[in-house]
């Protein structure tokens, strides 16, 4: 298996390696140079570099065996999410994919979704779902995918990674990130927000063998009415076991356009959100559903790309289909407060099929009118 990936990355290129944060900018003429000496073993100027970089030796060996050289791609996208399928073991009250079904991919047209994804310059790929260690052929694609040069992430409940085989897939195949969703810091709370009694002692008992594994571990942690009350506590048991986290606290209606997960808000740690000032969705990155349809990111996904019928080819219209959606249309054209709105177009759209009050999104708030699509 590769020790470094050595790729091109948007307008350059990078050598980086599985499983740790750390990246280094190439100049052309040594990728050029990397990617022309297959045969040849490492050369010095990247041999000191890992060693630099990763305290990595690889005096001395084979570069096709060291190293993992990806292609320069005409469309050059940079990242992707996939949700591998939308089924979950747990019942959140504050989830926005609404109905969750066990669905998506045959193992065949998987292996040509990733095959897209490497082929449109993908280097970090984010594996999501619902929760996507529940789908059957979760290790398999999880390999596949880093034996094509990707950078994985895999956002998760965590509620499997006690698991023997999943804890030998990561070790073998080191993921860039495993972010870990926290949903209290007790039982009572922990269990009454995902539904799932029990859930509690099994993260507990999940996040310590994660951690004696030395996963590359971040929490994300969920605020709302169950268990806002103990934000401090869930800070204090993360820094306690010396991980990163990031606290989550605005959620959004399901794309259905239900808006059952804004009732459960915390209104005492809602964040305002900064002044949006333009993304590159559709443009370096893009989205992928359980069924390979795609879309600019997970929240605007109107005008869905299907790759298993167009494939490759059809990514080279989410560029125009990404400005499209960013024009403020819909219920917010000529808006006096366009040019200070605190979200995208798409995810306004969101609220306001939810009807949504328009203080959980738009400048607009301090009034009491509901908006409706």
Same mark, same amino acid.
């Given at each position: 298996m590769h020790d470094l990936i050595v790729s091109p990355f948007l307008d350059g290129f990078l050598a980086v390696r599985p499983g740790s944060p750390a990246c280094v900018r190439l100049p052309t003429d040594l990728y050029e140079e990397v990617r022309a000496g297959a045969d040849n073993t490492v050369p010095a100027w990247l041999v000191q570099t890992a060693a630099d970089a990763w305290s990595l030796d690889l005096d001395g060996k084979a570069a096709r065996s060291a190293l993992l050289v990806r292609e320069p791609t005409e469309l050059a996208f940079a990242r992707a999410s996939w949700e591998i399928n939308l089924y979950c073991n747990f019942g959140c009250k504050h989830c926005y994919l609404g109905e969750r079904p066990l669905a998506g991919l045959s193992w065949d047209d998987k292996v040509k979704l990733i095959d897209i994804f490497r082929d449109s310059g993908v280097l970090w790929l984010q594996i999501t779902g619902g929760e996507p260690t529940v789908d059957p052929d979760f290790e398999g694609a999880y390999r596949y995918a880093y034996r094509q040069g990707m950078m994985l992430t895999v956002s998760t409940n965590a509620s499997r /990674?006690?698991?023997?085989?999943?804890?030998?897939?990561?070790?073998?195949?080191?993921?860039?990130? *495993?972010?870990? !969703? =926290?949903?209290?810091?007790?039982?009572?709370?922990?269990?009454? /927000?995902?539904?799932?009694?029990?859930?509690?002692? %099994?993260?507990?008992? /999940? =996040? $310590?063998?994660? #951690? %004696?594994?030395?996963? +590359?571990? #971040? *929490?994300?942690?969920?605020? @709302?009415?169950?268990?806002?009350?103990?934000?401090?506590? =869930?800070?204090?048991?993360?820094?306690?076991?010396? &991980?990163?986290?990031?606290?989550? @606290?605005? =959620?959004?209606?399901?794309? !259905?356009?239900?808006?059952? +997960?804004?009732? *459960?808000?915390? @209104?005492?740690? &809602?964040?305002?959100?900064?002044?949006?000032?333009?993304? %590159?969705?559709? *443009? @370096?990155?893009?989205? $992928?559903?359980p069924h390979a349809k795609v879309s600019i990111c997970k929240i605007g996904r109107d005008d869905q790309i299907d790759l298993m019928t167009e494939g490759i080819d059809g990514l080279r219209r989410l560029g125009e289909i990404s400005d499209r959606l960013m024009l403020r249309t819909g219920g917010c054209t000529g808006c006096s407060l366009s040019g200070s709105c605190r979200v995208c177009r798409p995810l306004a759209k969101v609220y306001q099929e939810a009807k949504a009050p328009l203080g959980m999104y738009c400048q607009h708030g301090d009034t009491k009118e509901m908006v409706h699509p």
């Open positions: /990674l006690w698991k023997p085989d999943l804890l030998r897939l990561f070790r073998d195949c080191p993921p860039y990130r *495993v972010v870990v !969703s =926290m949903y209290g810091a007790t039982e009572e709370s922990f269990d009454e /927000l995902t539904q799932r009694k029990g859930a509690w002692k %099994n993260f507990r008992k /999940l =996040m $310590a063998a994660a #951690r %004696n594994a030395a996963l +590359p571990l #971040r *929490v994300s942690i969920v605020v @709302t009415d169950d268990n806002a009350h103990e934000v401090d506590a =869930m800070k204090a048991v993360v820094q306690g076991w010396g &991980l990163d986290h990031h606290v989550y @606290t605005n =959620m959004q209606p399901t794309f !259905s356009g239900e808006g059952d +997960p804004l009732l *459960v808000q915390s @209104t005492e740690f &809602l964040r305002k959100r900064p002044v949006f000032e333009g993304c %590159n969705a559709g *443009v @370096t990155f893009f989205h $992928a559903d």
